[in-house]
């Protein structure tokens, strides 16, 4: 097997074929001699670039073969699969992410594609930040409006924070664009109530990185709106948490964001218009929004709960090498999370998503891989007066900018009042759906054929119009299955179904009935029924992994700003100081 550092064998000097001077030009410009002369490239070392819990994996290396990867804990003995690889031709690259890391620990990386390998080390990032200098804002109840503008270092972030003991409560009364604007790298906004921002709680300004917002209260903020098509669309993206283009490793973690002051419409009207909950434009990548609770009311409902653009990009929101994962996020009126742009080594698990169209956008991604894993879909609606839902899965592509890998695993969605598609009926090339349950009477998959053709299976799906989707080890919708009333959406061990036609029944003393669709007790049907995912499912109790986002025998996922933590910690000021 050859080394990242060994040189391919050289392509072969062009003979004399005869062949016209302009279509030999023509040829050595086209995509089949880019091709050939990629083959002949000596692959480059591969980087990795980390989160908190996750690698992004990135190698170009001539196309050839699956690329394949393992990880340890650097001096572990035991190499631990990952899933494979993704090569994408447009750029000669394997990319791929490793998940469920620890943070600020050393890992070590092999590769292998094609006749190479190769080898790496990288270290996630720390969640634990060093602080320099300090600023406390004012006791109590104020009006100001902050801007900061001093920025920190690697080694130590620029606080910004409540006095010891006491609690800061920023009104801005509708006077300041924002409660706290951040013209300043390596800061961190800390256990701040903010209210009544004219447009967005934080503001961080363009091209700013390395900003940390956490347990703050964020309430009140944004213009009222109304309907684009009526031409009021003036709130759109208000924000409690708003990053202008070009801002990158943001942390948004484990805030209460809640009750903008406006409202977004809903489809009745045309495209829902109005606050959003977290909004990036055109990141530059690496951010984390985590634990974070984001609700409202019908009336005052997100857009979107976390989102941005540009959507149909190359870049977008998060754009890349970003997690969005642990999130509560309710009462949206579009997307509960709008993941659309480049969506290069995005990952998407764990969120409790209700109230909501769209589960999940993915509209578009230009270049992916993404994997959206363990979330939960509850309740989906489309307008006040209409419950029929949307779609877990929002896809699509546009032009140029489309083609990534979409990964679609582990997640739940039941009804009654759940979504009412697994995806959309836009065009859906290239992805990959395993292990999911979408109790949903619409469709299961888009009708819309594209290469390269996408790959359903290992789903249980209630429905009746699979699509494109073959589903050849998927679990059959007529087992129809109630969710458990010990856990909302755990399976539980048995689960009642009707047994449809006519069949005999016991009733003892020799005595038999013909009943016809009896209701019968029958073992669930997703538990052990879904596919070995390396690194997504290594933990599965039973035979095989369950369906679904939960797995029997495990603890149960927890979400939002108080999940995993213990009572007596993680208690935000303004929760404790009266």
Known sequence: MRRVRAIASPAPAPQNTGMNPRLLCLFLLSPACAALRLAAAEASPPTAVATFECLGLYWTTPAAGDGTAQFRRAGAGVWQPAMNLVYDPRDGQYRGSIVGLM??????????????????????????????????LPAGDSTENFTITESGTP???????????????????NQAVANITVAADYVIVRGVELRN?????????????????????????????????????EGDLDSAVFAEKGCGNLTVQRNLIEYPRGGSNDWETGHPSGPQGVSLINSTG????????????????????????????????????????????????????????????????????????????????????????RNVWAVSRRTHRDPLGGAGIKTGERDEFGGGRRFILHNTALQPGGIFTAFTSHVNPNCVSRNNIFDCRGALATKLEKEPASDYDYDFYSGDAKGTAKEAHGVRGAVAFLPSHRLEFYPAARVTAVHYGSFPVDLGGGRTRNVTDPVVALPDPVIDAGEKLPDFNDDFAGKAPDLGAFETGRPPLEFGRRAYLKWDEGWAPWETVR
């Open 197 to 233: 921002a004219a447009q967005d709680g934080v503001l961080i300004k363009a091209g700013h990185h390395d900003v940390v917002v956490e347990d703050c209260h964020i309430t009140g903020w944004g213009r009222f709106t109304g309907p684009k098509t009526f031409g009021d669309a």
């Open 155 to 173: 080694q130590g972030y620029h606080l910004v924070t409540v006095p010891a003991g006491g609690r800061t409560s920023l009104d801005a009364a």
């Open 286 to 373: 690496g951010n984390v929004i985590r634990y974070n609770d984001v609700q409202s009311t019908e009336d005052h409902g997100f857009n979107d709960g976390i989102g941005g653009g540009s959507n149909f990009s190359r870049e977008g929101s998060p754009n890349r090498d970003s997690d969005i994962y642990g999130n509560f996020i309710r009462n949206c009126w579009d997307d509960a999370i709008e993941s659309e742009g480049a969506d290069m080594n995005v990952r998407i698990w764990g969120n409790y998503l209700d109230h909501f169209y769209n589960g999940i956008a993915t509209a578009c991604v230009s270049r992916g891989p993404i994997y959206v894993f």
């Open 103 to 136: 943070p600020d620990a050393d890992y070590e990386v092999r590769l292998a594609a094609g006749g190479h390998d190769a080898t790496l080390t990288a270290r996630t990032r720390s969640d634990h930040f060093p602080i320099g200098q300090t600023t406390t």
